[in-house]
């Protein structure tokens, strides 16, 4: 049984601050990592994958990827009001076709400004 | 470029009644998922078409649910009969192929279904 762990939150974070949300992951078979942004009231959509360990930096958002340690994190810089949202994540196995995305809880991000 | 469609957006139903959601996936999109997420979890995959054939299935609770993807484009997800526990939001998905690493689904907007 794959198993993806976030804390709940709500993590609440000051504006222009680093924001950082963390993600577990049981199924050492797991080879890539996604965040999803959700929106209340929206529908998911991709912020970042990351598949080797190590950092993968675009604009504000870092993702980082430690599979020894079966732990996957974003980092958010200088932190908006407008990255308030819930964060997935999710992993996937890849092969034998059957790799839809298994999503953790997600974490309730807050941008206080 | 049209996005994933769904409708209805929102239904209201009684326990044990049935109902289905439709799902148009965009244009050249082979794979094809149905997700539920119940409020304040993550989005549970049901189930999961590579053109009109099941690939993944295993958390569909197949006494109740069912789904199809006929002509390998758009698909209908039914529950008959629904239980207060399935009230969640329907989320579908599609990707060009199977998933590669880089793993992008495109959601639809979703169907809420609130069962009374």
């Known amino acids: 049984q794959k198993e993806v762990e976030q804390n709940s939150g709500p993590l609440s974070v000051p504006e222009g601050a680093i924001a950082s949300l963390n993600c577990t992951y049981s199924?050492?078979?797991?080879?890539?990592f996604f965040w999803y942004r959700q929106y209340s009231g929206k529908s998911p959509e991709l912020i970042m994958f990351i598949y080797s360990n190590g950092d993968k930096e675009d604009g504000r958002f870092t993702a980082q990827l430690n599979k020894a340690s079966q732990y996957v994190s974003l980092l958010i810089r200088d932190s908006q009001p407008s990255d308030s949202a819930t964060y997935l994540c999710a992993v996937n196995i890849l092969g034998g076709g059957a790799d839809g995305l298994t999503f953790g809880k997600g974490t309730h991000l807050i941008i206080q400004p | 470029e049209a996005g994933v469609a769904q409708s209805p957006r929102y239904k209201i139903i009684e326990k044990r009644q049935s109902v289905a959601f439709w799902c148009n996936p965009i244009?050249?999109?082979?794979?094809l998922y149905w997700y539920q997420q119940i409020l304040g979890q993550g989005p549970k995959l049901l189930i999961q078409f590579q053109n009109n054939g099941v690939v993944d299935d295993s958390q569909l609770p197949k006494d109740r649910f069912s789904a199809e993807r006929l002509k390998g484009v758009d698909s209908t997800l039914k529950i008959q009969p629904a239980k207060l526990e399935d009230s969640a939001v329907y989320l579908c998905?599609?990707?060009?192929?199977?998933?590669?690493?880089?793993?992008?689904?495109?959601f639809g907007e979703g169907s809420r279904l609130t069962v009374l």
């Open positions: 199924d050492r078979g797991s080879q890539s």
């Open positions: 244009s050249g999109h082979a794979t």
């Open positions: 998905a599609s990707s060009l192929n199977p998933l590669d690493l880089t793993g992008e689904l495109f």
